[in-house]
């Protein structure tokens, strides 16, 4: 407004602005101002949302969450690793096998998958020989036969939630113990801990 007043001290009293000029000047005023005071409320919002979102995600910190990643730590706390096989057909025998963090394979294991869907796998922490292996990370992998020809199938694992982190870009980060950052998008599923 200080600019219109100007405008206005400063014209030619002979020939004065036109009403209509006048008028759609101060719309465009009035247009610019609105847009910087909703830039302000987006960016208000958005604050919110964030908080809201790192408050969600904080209630997890302690519990599972299935990731989708076939790769999942195994601890003294944690012995066993739970996961889903996802399947697009049923599949009388899936096979499913462990590889440590080498890519060694440590254990070797079939899973009923005549359901088809999502199968539920859950491996005990034991190798082929029966006895209990290293803490550390593992990757699940599962192969079935699918229209004749053998497919690699999709695994997602359960992971633990340590702590969640902040990102500016992605929100809520969830740090699953041995894994690291995991976005809580990403998220297929939650169960207690």
Do not use: C
């Amino acid at each position: 407004f200080a600019l219109l007043s100007t405008q206005l001290s400063m014209q030619d009293p002979s020939n004065p602005v036109d009403n209509d000029q006048m008028i759609a000047q101060m719309a465009s005023f009035s247009t610019v101002d609105g847009i910087g005071k909703l830039n302000d409320e987006i960016s208000n919002l958005n604050t919110v949302m964030t908080s809201s979102q790192a408050l969600q995600a904080s209630g997890l910190v302690g519990q599972k969450v299935l990731v989708p990643s076939g790769t999942a730590y195994l601890s003294a706390d944690e012995p066993s690793i739970r996961g889903v096989i996802s399947t697009s057909a049923p599949i009388n025998a899936i096979k499913v096998s462990v590889q440590d963090a080498t890519g060694q394979v440590v254990r070797t294991f079939t899973v009923d998958g005549s359901e088809g869907g999502n199968i539920d796998v859950d491996w005990d922490g034991m190798d082929n020989n029966g006895n209990a292996v290293a803490a550390g990370q593992y990757t699940i992998k599962a192969n079935g036969v699918v229209d004749g020809k053998s497919e690699d199938l999709y695994v997602s694992t359960y992971g633990h939630v340590s702590s969640v982190s902040l990102n500016s870009s992605s929100g809520a980060v969830l740090n699953v113990r041995g894994i690291g950052g995991v976005a809580l998008s990403d998220v297929l599923a939650v169960s207690e801990g």
